[in-house]
Every structure is written in C-alpha cells, then in structure tokens.
C-alpha cells in the first residue's frame, strides 16, 4: 500500500542543480545532505528541521535540482514537482557566482517548469535568495538585480551572512501562508510494492537489463563523466545488491548490462 504525504515540508527549497540548496539546508539544520560540485548531487529530496528561536521551527527540504524540461519528466523533474507541491512556501536559491543573464535565465526555467507542472505552484509564497554572498562577484549580482527584485535577499552559506535574516523571513512567510489545499480523493488503491528494489532478466541478446524505481532514478540523476559520480553510483548499486545479483547470474567481465537507457559494460 503506498501513502502519499499532503504535507512534506513547510518550506521548499528550489533552483536549478549547484545552485546552493543543500549547502543552505547543511547550515539551517542537523540535515547532512551530499554537497559536490557537479550536477544532480542530491538524487532524493532531503529534509531538515530548521530552528528558528526556543519556540518555533520549521521543516525544510531541498528538492533536487530542476531542470528545463523537468515537467515532461527531464531529470525525473516530475517525480521533484510533486514535492513542490507538498509545502506552504518556498525559498528559491539562485547562483550569486553566474551572471545576470545567466541568473535571470535560471529564475525563468524553475518558475516555467513550476508553472506548467500545475500553475497553482507560481503563486506560492516566495522567497528569492542570491547565494555565495562571499565571492565579490555575487555582490555585485545582488546590487544588480536589486531593482527587479525588492524583495531579494542575499546569504553566504560560507560566512553565514543573511542566513538569520531569511530564517526569520521564511518563518514569518510559513506563518501567513496557507494550508495546502485537501482535494477529493478517489477511492483508495491498494498496490502491492515489490519487495526487492529492483529485477534483473537476461534479453535475447544476452544482456542484463536492470529494472526498478530507485535504479533508474539513480542512472537518470548520475553524472558519468564525473569520477566521482560514478564511484557513487557503483557503491549504491553494491549496497542495494545489483552486483551480487549479477554475479549470481552469471555475469562475467564483458557482459552488457542495461539500466532504462542506460548501457554499461560489467567488470
């Protein structure tokens, strides 16, 4: 049986891959996201609980990079939409270290994915945030686009200058926010999840072919140029059990192995 939460987070930290996002959750909270610097580092949102006085916190989530087509799928931005839906407000995080052009231009992808997901997401309370206040260019980017946005906030994750400023802004933001709306539910679905994460079968080619929700995702957000990236992907694929499965199965050096479109030589 799957439940699906109306309510994730009370607010969503949004923006493109490298933005700043999970750099800014490691510091509000006890959350310890993966922060590197190559795209799509975080594959899973990631929560945190944010305190903001003795009183009063809030929960947070970092929701993986988006990225331009992510509404269609791109990235497996549909499956991170959805929990853009489930917060009272959002913080949206863009990268003080690009140029205006570029700032403008990545402000423009997430709201048009947020837009044409479900319109109801571009009016949600915002706040917009220039990140890496430390580095001299990304003051200049706030001086800069001060005037197109009043509101605009700046923070140094590094020197922690700003953070307090949107914390209280954030909480004040989530306080007038509305509840998210409860709509009709059809009748309850029973569906039984597999218990492995995934399934391997072997085609008439000869080549295995690797299934399953956490699988894909994980190809889909692994960047394999990156060293790095690929170590990663080859650790969470032995700590699920792919490469024990494969070796059960026959699997020899040479062998191709297919992950959705993904094709990969087994060593």
């Given at each position: ?14 923006g ?6 999970s750099?800014?959750?490691s ?9 590197a ?13 944010v ?7 809030f929960?947070?989530?970092?929701v993986p ?5 992510a509404?269609?799928g ?6 991170f939409?959805?929990?853009v ?6 913080v949206?995080?863009l ?14 992808i ?6 044409a ?7 949600k ?5 220039i ?8 003051r ?8 197109r946005?009043?509101d ?22 989530i ?5 998210p ?8 679905h029973i569906?039984?999840?597999p ?5 391997i079968?072997?085609d ?9 929700a ?11 140029e990156?060293?790095e990236?690929l ?6 694929l ?10 059960a199965?026959?699997?020899v050096d040479?062998d191709?192995?297919?992950i959705?479109?993904?094709e990969?030589?087994y060593?």
């Amino acid at each position: 049986m799957r439940l699906e939460l109306r309510l994730l987070a009370d607010a969503g930290i949004v923006g493109v891959p490298n933005a700043g996002k999970s750099t800014l959750l490691s510091v509000i909270s006890a959350a310890r996201p993966k922060i590197a610097d190559y795209p799509f580092t975080t594959i899973e949102p990631q929560l945190g609980v944010v305190r903001v006085s003795d009183e009063e916190s809030f929960v947070a989530v970092d929701v993986p990079g988006l990225i331009e087509g992510a509404h269609e799928g791109a990235g497996l931005g549909d499956q991170f939409l959805r929990h853009v839906e489930r917060t009272r407000a959002l913080v949206h995080v863009l990268d003080g270290a690009k140029s205006v052009d570029e700032i403008l231009h990545d402000k423009e992808i997430i709201e048009n994915e947020l837009r044409a997901w479900n319109p109801a997401l571009v009016e949600k309370p915002t706040l917009v945030v220039i990140s890496k206040l430390d580095l001299p260019d990304a003051r200049l980017r706030m001086e800069e686009l001060a005037s197109r946005f009043p509101d605009l906030r700046g923070i140094s994750a590094a020197t922690g200058a700003g953070i307090a400023d949107l914390l209280y802004a954030t909480a004040q933001t989530i306080r007038e926010a509305p509840l998210p709306a409860l709509a009709d539910q059809p009748p309850a679905h029973i569906e039984l999840v597999p218990k492995n994460a995934f399934e391997i079968e072997r085609d008439e080619e000869g080549t295995f072919v690797i299934t399953g929700a956490r699988v894909e995702r994980l190809a889909a957000m692994t960047n394999f140029e990156s060293d790095e990236g690929l170590a990663r992907f080859e650790r969470i694929l032995a700590k699920l059990g792919v490469e024990k499965r494969l070796r059960a199965m026959g699997a020899v050096d040479g062998d191709s192995v297919r992950i959705a479109d993904f094709e990969f030589t087994y060593s």
